[in-house]
């Protein structure tokens, strides 16, 4: 996989209202991908739960390490493949520039 993740980038993790804390809003728009590779690497889903879990928990947990090791879902090949889109910034995943304001 060539996958230039913009998690590890400044794009912050997403809290939805279902109480989930998603790696990031285009994982959570898709979140039946990120349920099923759960189920495939006998991971639990709940680990994400924020209502049982901090936050801080959540982003250290053994789920979220094995998930960042692979990125292994359609969505993260679609939204941070570095051959996934074209733009003004040659060679660049779409929104490469984007910043938290800190």
């Not at 094995?66 to 493949?81: A, L, P, W």
Request: with cysteine; charged share 30%; glycine share 2%.
């Amino acid at each position: 996989m060539d996958i230039d993740p913009k998690c590890f980038k400044d794009m912050p993790h997403f809290l939805s209202s279902d109480g989930f804390l998603y790696p990031c809003c285009f994982v959570y728009t898709n979140k039946h991908e990120l349920i099923e590779w759960a189920k495939q690497n006998n991971t639990d889903i709940d680990d994400l739960n924020i209502k049982n879990h901090k936050a801080q928990d959540i982003k250290n947990s053994d789920f979220m390490k094995k998930f960042n090791k692979s990125f292994n879902i359609d969505t993260c090949r679609r939204e941070c493949g570095r051959t996934s889109y074209s733009t003004t910034v040659f060679g660049q995943p779409k929104w490469e520039n984007y910043k938290t304001n800190k």
